[in-house]
């Protein structure tokens, strides 16, 4: 079946520049994740929805970061006045339940390069 | 949340089981074993997790040590597509916290 869809794959936008990432989850996740990835290290864990809300947004690295999902579906994550320093591969994950017994299935992220 | 060590590196011989380690000492009893793998350029892939009890499915089977404080991921028989990079992680909660991982090249 369809897997984790994220779009676009690769973006290139000039530092200052918004920029909007798009996830699609896997049909009938309930659970959403973001992760970030830079070169040579293991992806960092940004935020997590149950449902349409945010139930833990900690490693949002500051108020630079945003990110919805407003029908419990789809979600984007904003990134506002882009600096060089977020660099890096956007992940999104989702999985069925709220509990750790139920893997999260990633997609192939997104490739943001801010020149 | 519980931290986890792996090796940075190993190699494995084409058809030959790879077995990867993991130490996990500080691994609560509610905390889920997890393994994934990525592959340059694509996101994590999901191969396997277990609470307790050792797990096994298509891809690999899981060991977890009695008492709970190291695991080992086993593929039976590595091929050169099992080239990747494998995270071992400890997690209860909502997210799981990734390290560095393993690289692993299988060689023929």
């Known amino acids: 079946g369809a897997g984790v869809s994220q779009t676009p794959s690769n973006k290139v936008t000039e530092k200052g520049k918004y920029v909007e990432l798009r996830c699609d989850p896997i049909s009938g996740h309930t659970a959403l994740y973001w992760y970030r990835q830079s070169l040579g290290q293991g992806p960092e864990f940004l935020i997590y929805?149950?449902?349409?809300?945010?139930?833990?947004d900690s490693g949002l690295p500051n108020d630079r970061f945003f990110a919805v999902r407003p029908e419990g579906s789809v979600s984007t994550l904003k990134i506002q006045r882009t600096e060089r320093g977020d660099s890096a591969v956007y992940l999104c994950a989702s999985s069925l339940g709220r509990n750790m017994n139920s893997p999260l299935h990633f997609g192939n992220g997104t490739r943001l390069t801010v020149t | 949340d519980a931290k986890t060590t792996q090796p940075p590196s190993m190699d494995c011989a084409e058809g030959r089981a790879a077995n990867l380690p993991c130490n996990h000492s500080?691994?609560?009893?509610?905390?889920?074993v997890y393994w994934y793998r990525q592959i340059h350029s694509q996101g994590p892939q999901y191969i396997i997790h277990?609470?307790?009890n050792n797990e096994t499915n298509e891809m690999a089977s899981l060991i977890i040590t009695e008492d709970r404080k190291s695991s080992t991921l086993i593929l039976p028989h590595a091929t050169l597509r099992d080239t990747a990079v494998y995270y071992c992680?400890?997690?209860?909660?909502?997210?799981?916290?990734f390290g560095a991982g393993t690289i692993l090249r299988v060689k023929s």
């Open positions: 929805f149950q449902g349409t809300g945010a139930a833990d």
């Open positions: 277990g609470l307790k």
């Open positions: 500080t691994i609560s009893g509610n905390e889920y």
């Open positions: 992680i400890a997690q209860y909660g909502n997210k799981l916290v």
